[in-house]
Structure formats: C-alpha cells, structure tokens
Nanobody, 122 residues
C-alpha cells in the first residue's frame, strides 16, 4: 500500500556528509510519521531518527544528535536524512520506514524501504 524508495547512499570519508532521500507512494503521505533505522553487520537494528506527519515532532537517537537532521517535504512525498560529520561507526544499511504513529516508527513500522548502504571510511 505504501512503497518507499530510497536513494543517496554511498561511500564517504569520515567527517563528510551525505543526504539520504526516501520517496513514498500514496496520497496520504502527510498522515504518516516517517523514520530512519539502520543495521550494521553483526549488530541489531537501531533507531536513527523519526519525524511526525506534520514535522512537528522529531526524535533522534543519542548517537546522531547534533550530526543528523531528518526533514520532510510533504508536497514531494519525500523524507530526507542529512548526515554530517559522519563517523565510521555510522556505517550501516539505512532503512526508510513509515507508520501512522511516530512511536511505532521507532520500533515496528508498518512499511519499510529496501535499504541503502552507507559506508564511512577512516
């Protein structure tokens, strides 16, 4: 029902920046909270950031506060993750996610993207 298409992943050096995009299908995009989660090899999936449908509520994992910024453009049905001051420990597959409730986006969202690889070199 909701399809999420991610782009923007790649290889960057430590200290660099990268912007991930997630384009969503559907005409009710603005009613969905959106988020980003990531999973590094051998690690558990972890929450990164989430934003409510209106953009009025934003959540960040402590590990990315001050470095990452989540935003959305409801006119374009797109959510972004601007990643600055990247560290090697940010290396992971990043997944876009959607749910009607921002709290659920952090844990068990209804919809997922395909994932995009972010690799930060030393």
């Amino acid at each position: 029902q909701v399809q999420l298409v991610e782009s923007g992943g790649g290889l960057v050096q430590a200290g660099g920046s990268l912007r991930l995009s997630c384009a969503a299908s559907g005409r009710t995009f603005s009613t969905y909270a959106m988020g980003w989660l990531r999973q590094a090899p051998g690690n558990e999936r972890e929450f990164v950031a989430a934003i409510s449908g209106s953009g009025g509520s934003i959540h960040y994992a402590d590990s990315v506060k001050g470095r990452f910024t989540i935003s959305r453009d409801n006119a374009k049905n797109t959510v972004y993750l601007q990643m600055n001051s990247l560290k090697p420990e940010d290396t992971a597959v990043y997944y876009c996610a959607a749910d009607r409730r921002i709290v659920v986006v952090r844990t068990n969202p209804d919809y997922w993207g395909q994932g995009t690889q972010v690799t930060v070199s030393s």
